[in-house]
């Protein structure tokens, strides 16, 4: 023990871990380093980037090429800490393509969520923001890598996707969407009025509301059915925002039609009791 303890084995000791923390201090700085450098050289100004992209793509490239630069860096501080201790790499590197092709055929829904990521952000299927629907999950796009999609739905709940098990993707973040609106009357009603309120209810919307792209449109009556006639009402909106337009719409249709006393089909099933009793 004590033979071990010569200066010239501290001194040897001592400048191989010296080289270690090095190796691992540099890899932590590397990868800080190329992180800063790649969201710099993707970031937006005004909604414009060096690339041209819009923001949500832009952002998920700046993911992926993270990704890629940190397993690249991961790699080689591994070469390096394996050459201090004196192992050969190149025969790790062989073996390690040798069991590669040995596991192949066992990790072909690897290499196939691999290929689905890249095709994904290739045709820019969706991008980190989006909010989309694949199967029976909806939700919005939190992260996109090589092999997963990361999606949160309304209730928080985080859904991480295999890429290649995704066949269908709805996308609702991509371009304009519609607000429609279904409204039920008695056939009681006055339908010139019934329609007369509805274009106001769309003009004072349009005004009020600027996710309302265009003038609302009033479709007129779209169905019959026992003791009640559906109109409908839509309106282009921005993305995602279509529910809340829905929603305002029914409020300023329910005031307009309380203040000119348009009858509804729950009105007449409402007075029916009353008239009732009163014949009894």
């Known amino acids: 023990m004590e033979g071990l303890l010569t200066p010239d084995s501290l001194l040897y000791f001592g400048n191989k871990a010296l080289r270690l923390v090095l190796i691992l201090a540099g890899a932590v700085f590397a990868c800080r ?7 710099r050289f993707f970031a937006t100004n005004n909604g414009v980037n060096k690339l041209y992209l819009e923001e949500k793509r832009a952002k998920t490239l700046s993911n992926l090429l993270k990704m890629i630069l940190r397993y690249t860096v991961y790699f080689i501080s591994t070469i390096m800490i394996l050459q201090e201790f004196h192992i050969d790499t190149t025969s790790i590197l062989a073996g390690a393509g040798i069991i590669g092709l040995a596991v192949g055929v066992g990790a072909q829904s690897i290499f196939k969520d691999i290929i689905a990521g890249f095709f994904i952000f290739l045709e820019n299927q969706y991008a980190v923001g989006d909010y989309i629907v694949s ?8 992260d ?3 092999r997963t999609t990361k ?21 609702y973040s991509r371009g304009q969407m519609l607000a429609v609106i279904n409204v039920s009357v008695a056939n009681q009603a006055d339908i010139s009025e019934v329609l007369t309120l509805l274009e106001k209810a769309g003009r004072e919307i ?10 609302p449109t009033v479709v007129g009556i ?16 921005l993305s995602l925002e279509q529910q809340k337009v829905e929603t ?3 409020r300023k249709i329910k005031v307009l039609f309380d203040a000119a006393q ?19």
């Open 135 to 142: 199967g029976d999950m909806a939700g919005t796009v939190e």
């Open 144 to 146: 996109i890598a090589f």
């Open 206 to 215: 349009r005004q009020e509301m600027p996710e309302v792209l265009a003038d």
């Open 33 to 39: 380093f190329l992180g800063v450098v790649v969201e």
């Open 222 to 237: 779209v169905d019959f059915r026992p003791g009640e006639i559906v109109l409908q009402v839509s309106a282009p909106t």
């Open 248 to 250: 305002a719409f029914r």
């Open 151 to 171: 999606l949160r739905d309304g209730s928080g709940v985080l859904h991480i996707i295999p890429n290649g098990m995704i066949s269908r993707i709805s996308n």
């Open 262 to 280: 348009i009858p509804l089909p729950m009105d007449l099933w409402s007075h029916r009791p009353k008239e009732r009793e009163e014949k009894a």
